[in-house]
């Protein structure tokens, strides 16, 4: 019993983790339109940020999370400026494609300058832990977890609340109206796109935390990404919370009971089954 309480929880605080990973691309995905395919790509960038950060400038990982936010949102909005604007209206083969080939350009160039070698992030309390009755709460991972929950909801709240979010959901249901309201399309995707790219950065700096980063992981970041997104529900950001949950507890459990090499098969088998079920998500809105 001890066991499974101790695997709930580290399948809680992956979910966590999880949730705040696919958040961006649920964000680009709902407004924009595009589905980014880059988007793990973008993680591995932040998390090579929050590297840099801590080992040339000796940042605290935690503490130079803004910091690499702040730069994944000038690459995001200068990006979708320069680059994806051109296609934001066309059809989505288009920007598979071209979301397609930034990956492959970022992996290229990541590799070109970091090298294939695995790294971390291990600040000094990185083995530390809490105990709580029978489990054991890893500190960084528990940091980790409330940094992303707290990112999720924060950005609930500012797309329900500020002037900002409420435009960028303006735009997502009736660009038409949304125009007639004063609302300047090309800005206001770019921004969206540069939250994205900020929530991705930040993804990215919390995952090399708790795990090695090299140039290769971002396409399964980007299939688990999707697969959240899609459990959750993309008309919700609450939703990722609870896709990140379910996947994170449902690969936990599948690790313990049936094997690690089925953590992938079941994540794939729940987000079928969430479409079968229920296309609009879990949290999402239904037909």
């Known amino acids: ?34 589905v980014n395919l880059a ?35 000038v690459l995001g909005y200068a990006l979708q400026r320069g680059l994806l604007n051109l296609v934001v209206r066309a059809p989505m083969f288009n920007t598979l494609l071209i979301t397609f080939g930034l990956e492959v350009v970022l992996t290229a160039l990541a590799q070109m300058a970091f090298s294939a070698d695995f790294r971390t ?8 832990n809490l105990a709580w009755g029978p489990v054991v709460l890893p500190l960084v991972r528990l940091g980790a977890f409330g940094v992303a929950i707290g990112l999720t909801v924060g950005m609930w709240l500012f797309l329900l609340h500020s002037r900002l ?31 994205g790219l900020a929530l991705a950065g930040a993804a990215g700096g919390l995952y090399g935390t708790v795990s090695q980063i090299n140039p290769y ?18 008309d919700n950001p609450l939703g990722v919370i609870v896709g990140g949950l379910v996947l994170g507890i449902v690969e936990s459990l599948t690790a313990l009971y049936v094997g690690p090499t089925y953590r992938d098969v079941a994540s794939f088998g729940i987000l079928v089954a969430v479409l079968v079920v229920r296309p609009g998500g879990l949290l999402g809105r239904t037909a």
Not at 7 to 27: F, P, R, T
Not at 177 to 195: I, K, N
Not at 217 to 234: C, D, E, N, Q
Request: no cysteine; hydrophobic share 55%.
């Open 1 to 34: 019993m001890d066991l499974l309480a101790q695997v709930l929880l580290n399948g809680v605080l992956l979910g966590g983790l999880y949730a705040v990973m696919a958040l961006g691309l649920a964000l680009v995905w709902g407004v924009l339109n595009i």
């Open 39 to 73: 988007h793990g790509a973008f993680i591995m960038l932040g998390a090579y940020v929050s590297w840099y950060l801590y080992s040339d400038a000796h940042v605290d990982p935690f503490v130079g999370l803004p910091l690499t936010a702040a730069v994944m949102f």
């Open 121 to 128: 992030i291990n600040p000094s309390y990185a083995g530390e």
């Open 165 to 195: 979010g409420r435009a960028i959901r303006a735009t997502a249901q009736n660009l038409v109206a949304a125009r007639l309201y004063g609302v300047e399309p090309r800005h206001l995707y770019a921004v969206t796109f540069g939250l």
């Open 217 to 234: 992981i971002g396409a399964s970041l980007t299939a688990k990404s999707f697969a959240i997104a899609i459990i959750g529900g993309l």
